[in-house]
């Protein structure tokens, strides 16, 4: 029975690096499915689907990246599936968004995380992701009713480190950041420190420094798993190289760059690095061997 992939037209791409990445193991049998998606002149989505998916099973692949100009196609999209008799549909999101808001910092807000992981369980059978934030949440299966599976581009990013830095120190940036930190430290045989971060708003936040001055001699790389507004990245780095410390490699996941971001942390004369979860000049690190393998097993 063959298993369709079908992905939004701009991450093309991505879908491709994962096909081929599939050619390498053994038991791999997805194949491209054909689609038009479109807009009509009214912004409304027009989809068609041209391969036979009765009785298949099915993946959309669609990072969320931006989500809210995805999300009414990928949820028409998995419907049109079903509808046509797909049997399972699945989504591979290599990066989740409506992650971060998960409780409610000031009063009357939504807990977004939590209605997103609603939403896209009442339409979908299982969900394929690469490090979400999990920060208050500790596992997907507290807010998805689907099967929602984790990955981590732990390895792969320590293998980046190894390969590319010497005497290499790894940083997070704040104690949310701790945990891609220390594991990408372990992975990579490299000593590792978390700072304290506190945000004052959207865009401005500090950091502080207690223990790194004893590695001048180090490499630091900042690691996390989001680059948003680039903030945290450029003030820790001010703060690094202010105490002496040479100009960090900073490392995340997802590269989401609002704001010209990256333009802004080049402009400060950083080395950005991250996977291809979102696609950007930046991307260093290949997802598509990891979500590759994981698909045998959805
Ligand atoms: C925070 O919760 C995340 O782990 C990142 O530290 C954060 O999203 C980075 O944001 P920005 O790039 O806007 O400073």
Known sequence: MTTWLFSFPEQAGFASQLLAAQGSLPAAGWQQGDMEMRRFPDGESYIRIDSDVRQCDVA??????????????????ADTLRDLGARRVGLIAPYLAYMRQDKRFRAGEGVTSHYMARLLSAHLDWLLTVDPHLHRISDLQQIYSIPARSLTAVEPMAAWIRAHVERPLVIGPDSES???AASVARAAGCPW??????????RSVTVSLPHVTHYREHTPVLVDDIISTGKTMIQ????LQAAGLCAP???????VFADGALADMQQHGLQVVTSNSIADPSNKIDLAPLIARALLSV
Do not use: S, Y
Request: proline share 5%; net charge negative; aromatic share 4%.
């Open 178 to 180: 701790e945990q891609w």
């Open 249 to 255: 490699v900073c490392m995340a996941v997802h590269g």
């Open 236 to 239: 820790t780095a001010a703060h």
């Open 193 to 202: 420190e978390v700072l304290q971060k506190t945000r004052f708003g959207d």
């Open 60 to 77: 959309i692949l669609c990072q969320l990246h931006q989500p809210d100009n995805k999300l009414v196609p990928l949820l028409l999209l």
